[in-house]
């Protein structure tokens, strides 16, 4: 499979998370929808590829290794009175991704955490910007790892 065909699956899982509004986050789609925007109003978290490696041989799996980061941006601006409502975040975080190890099916494994990315596996909280006229926003950055086997993509077949 192509990233094309997990990586809003990813996008999806944050989606479900209850925000400190009663609501639901709004989670931009990289490919599916392609709706990433000029400018944004918090809650809402952007997930993207940021580096890809591969493993393979001949007749032996290939595996495509993704790193990627998904920035929640909760609050329009960086108060620290957002603090209390920003903690919880972490465990709501970790809890949809835990619960979702292969992405329903779709990839080898699915894992926040510094032990595949070399990252922490949530920073924060930050100072995020987005877009050239939007004010800094306070939120968290998830480092997230995917393991794929693209062993029967078709195209793919190393050779000597």
Not at 32 to 58: K, Q
Request: proline share 6%; net charge negative.
């Amino acid at each position: 499979m192509a990233l094309e065909n997990w990586i809003d699956k990813i996008a999806d899982l944050w989606s479900a998370i209850e925000t400190h509004e009663a609501g639901t986050l709004r989670s931009y789609k990289l490919a599916t929808s392609a709706d990433f925007p000029e400018s944004i109003s918090a809650p809402c978290v952007m997930t993207y590829p940021t580096e890809m490696s591969l493993t393979y041989s001949i007749g032996g799996p290939l595996f495509e290794h993704w790193i990627g980061q998904s920035d929640f941006y909760l609050f329009d601006n960086v108060s620290k009175v957002n603090l209390p409502m920003l903690v919880p975040y972490f465990a709501r975080i970790r809890n949809v991704a835990i619960a979702s190890i292969t992405l329903g099916g779709t990839v080898v494994n699915f894992s926040i955490g510094s032990d595949n990315t070399g990252r922490p596996t949530i920073q924060g909280p930050v100072s995020l910007q987005y877009g050239d006229n939007d004010n800094p926003h306070h939120g968290l950055v998830v480092n997230w790892f995917v393991k794929e086997d693209i062993s029967n993509e078709s195209g793919v077949s190393p050779s000597a």
